[in-house]
């Protein structure tokens, strides 16, 4: 029985100190391992969020190189009609100049739209220059300017009209 144990005795015989700072070294290397890895890991996160921010930088210097490069009307339009509703809202729409003019009229005192003076005219000649109407559009819309504006001069003939009758029967 005895002799059955001594070789597991003889296991216990090695110096528990000694394993004990094999242990220590072994994990001081694997924590030196570790902690160098840790800060490689945290140096590439830095560059990539360094490189992030300068791509960042780039994309908002190009899209103000972009914007600046557009017609001072295009701008001006984005700037003073998209603050509402998006550009689909007009831009679907056709109208010739004085058409434009009364939407714009309309944004202003309907709808407290705010424009400088002289930025209504800007705009309205650019939306009518750059989206232009299908010929039945530009009578159509002619056509119905054409009848507001007689308007009160058929009003007023009518009116006369209307008088020297009365006054030729009595
Ligand atoms: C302060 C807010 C505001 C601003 C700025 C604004 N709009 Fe509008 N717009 C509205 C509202 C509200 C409506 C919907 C009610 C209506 O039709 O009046 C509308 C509707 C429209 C419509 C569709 C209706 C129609 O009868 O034609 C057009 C076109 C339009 N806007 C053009 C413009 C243009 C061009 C500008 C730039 C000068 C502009 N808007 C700026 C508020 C605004």
Redesign the pocket.
């Known amino acids: 029985m005895l002799a059955c144990l001594a070789p597991l005795c003889g296991h216990a015989d090695i110096d528990e100190s000694e394993y004990e700072f094999k242990k220590t070294v072994r994990s001081a290397v694997e924590r030196k391992r570790l902690a160098s890895e840790f800060r490689a890991a945290q140096q590439a996160e830095a560059e990539m969020a360094r490189q992030e921010a300068a791509r960042e930088v780039l994309r908002l210097a190009a899209e103000k190189a972009a914007w600046d490069a557009l017609p001072y009307p295009v701008r001006l339009?984005q700037t003073?009609?998209?603050?509402?509703?998006s550009e689909d809202?007009?831009l679907e729409?056709r109208h010739n100049r004085v058409g434009?003019e009364l939407?714009?009229l309309?944004?202003?005192y309907?709808?407290?739209?705010?424009?400088q003076d002289g930025e209504?005219g800007v705009?309205a000649s650019h939306?009518a220059a750059n989206y232009p109407q299908t010929a039945v559009e530009a009578l159509a819309e002619a056509a119905r300017q054409l009848g507001v504006a007689l308007l009160p001069i058929a009003l007023c003939l009518g009116w006369r009209f209307a008088r020297s009758r009365r006054g030729g029967k009595s």
């Open positions: 339009t003073r009609c998209t603050s509402c509703h809202n007009y729409q434009w939407v714009i309309r944004m202003q309907l709808n407290d739209a705010e424009l209504g705009i939306l």
